[in-house]
């Protein structure tokens, strides 16, 4: 056998293994980690987006399907579950500013809710999509797992809301500094409840790397509006739209 | 450690299996973070030196994992990209209301929150 067909064979093997998936996914994490520190911590240059692209870069090239780099990185993907359930701890350590500003979360929350609802609404209506990729398109506010199902529960299709709701994330949390900058708002609380609201999972992940509060208002948000989304949804739908 | 990411595993399986019993929309992780925030708030009563060691290790893995989330959404987000071409020829204009959407829900939720956060604290002034 000669050395390159053996080569060949390691990288068939390669592919089929968790270690390789895993290496190359923090791998390319880093990568964006270290683009993002080395721009001054740009939002625009958001870690998350730098690697998916690496990743997909490599995919693509090497004509790889996403099942079988998602079986070798799902032990990642996994983790989010526990993660999800450890952001009760920041939240808890904050309890008392929680109280405090009980009644302004509770108002945000219900209206924010359904101004993320409308504006998608209405903004798919004027850009002339069809019906069921509306339907698809308007829980994209709220964590996937979430917005999945309330997509399926109101005859959407799933996968795509799936592609909405990340994409969502990853353009919240690029975009929500400059914009909360923009219209000065510079209550930490306010500034991350907002993130949550409006980008879940992605948006709260880069509020907490970057102000303490910010994150655990934006974690808190993206429990409580996954929560008030998949009850209002349907009530939209069936008395208003 | 290990405790600590049982006590983690165990308040998600407990979420996952009340979301599966009560067929819920909201997954099974979401309701272990509520239901380990009530335990947690339970607990603050109890000043036993166990359950205190436990609850500081619970919170150490907690920061670890944490800073850490954004990595976790590495490998979904592949996956949007690998399947984009399921929007067809709708990519520019979802991309559309994406973008415009994202940008005026976060700038109307931040402005209403700061605005009732101020009157709020007038008040109680």
């Known amino acids: 056998m000669t050395n390159l067909e053996n080569l060949y064979e390691i990288w068939v093997y390669l592919q089929t293994e968790p270690l390789f998936w895993l290496t190359i996914t923090i791998g390319a994490y880093l990568i964006g980690d270290f683009l993002y520190k080395k721009s001054n911590i740009n939002p625009l240059v958001n870690p998350v987006a730098i690697s998916i692209l690496i990743i997909s870069g490599i995919l693509i090239f090497f004509n790889i399907d996403y099942e079988r780099y998602f079986n070798g990185a799902k032990f990642i993907h996994f983790l989010l579950g526990p993660a999800t359930v450890a952001l009760a701890i920041p939240i808890y350590n904050q309890i008392k500013l929680v109280k405090k500003e009980a009644l302004s979360i509770t108002i945000t929350l219900i209206i924010?809710?359904?101004?993320?609802?409308?504006?998608?609404?209405?903004?798919?209506?004027?850009?002339?999509?069809?019906?069921?990729?509306?339907?698809?398109?308007?829980?994209?506010?709220?964590?996937?797992?979430?917005?999945?199902?309330?997509?399926?529960?109101?005859n959407g299709i799933p996968s795509i809301t799936a592609i909405i709701t990340i994409t969502t994330g990853i353009v919240g949390a690029s975009l929500a500094t400059f914009v909360l900058d923009f219209i000065k708002v510079r209550d930490m609380t306010a500034r991350g409840f907002a993130i949550g609201l409006s980008s879940h999972g992605i948006g709260t992940a880069r509020a907490m790397s970057r102000n303490k509060t910010a994150g655990i208002f934006s974690a808190l948000a993206l429990a409580l509006s996954g929560v008030v989304v998949s009850i209002i949804i349907p009530i939209i739908i069936k008395f208003i739209l | 450690m290990l405790r600590a990411f049982f006590v983690i595993l165990l308040f998600q399986l407990f979420g996952e299996i009340i979301q599966k019993y009560f067929l819920l929309i909201i997954p099974g992780p979401v309701i272990g973070l509520i239901l380990l925030l009530f335990t947690l708030i339970f607990l603050k009563k109890i000043k036993s030196k166990k359950i205190l060691n436990l609850k500081k290790s619970v919170v150490n893995l907690s920061n670890a994992i944490t800073s850490y989330l954004s990595l976790l959404f590495v490998p979904i987000g592949v996956g949007v990209v690998m399947h984009v071409s399921y929007l067809e020829q709708n990519l520019f204009q979802?991309?559309?209301?994406?973008?415009?959407?994202?940008?005026?829900?976060?700038?109307?939720?931040?402005?209403?929150?700061?605005i009732l956060n101020k009157i709020i604290q007038k008040k109680n002034d």
Request: charge should be neutral; glycine fraction near 6%; avoid cysteine.
């Open chain 1, 112 to 154: 924010g809710s359904l101004f993320a609802i409308f504006i998608t609404y209405y903004l798919a209506k004027i850009f002339k999509l069809d019906d069921q990729l509306i339907l698809s398109m308007l829980p994209r506010s709220v964590t996937a797992p979430i917005s999945m199902g309330i997509s399926e529960l109101i």
């Open chain 2, 94 to 114: 979802v991309l559309g209301v994406i973008i415009i959407g994202t940008i005026i829900t976060i700038a109307l939720s931040a402005k209403l929150m700061e």
